[in-house]
């Protein structure tokens, strides 16, 4: 039998926030993509508090100012539209 996992309030939280965050970044990407092509974007309420083109650079810096970066969106911004066919 499947085990049931049953989320704390605060990864509940931790979770409706990266969702936020991650719709920000979808509502946001033609804007994103004209400012930050080729670069990863850090989103985090709303805004991009960080961005460049080493991802492992990035992480490093937010884990030094934030700590935990859990509910942080992190994401490359293409030049070209990327399509996923399932």
Avoid: T
């Amino acid at each position: 039998m499947p085990q049931m996992v049953v989320l704390i309030k605060s990864q509940k939280e931790e979770l409706k926030k990266f969702e936020e965050n991650l719709k920000w970044f979808q509502d946001n990407y033609d804007d994103l993509k004209k400012k930050f092509a080729g670069e990863y974007v850090v989103v985090n309420d709303g805004q991009i508090v960080l961005h460049g083109k080493d991802a492992k650079e990035l992480i490093e810096k937010l884990r030094a100012e934030y700590g935990d970066i859990g509910s942080f969106v992190i994401e490359y911004v293409s030049k070209e539209k990327i399509e996923l066919i399932l």
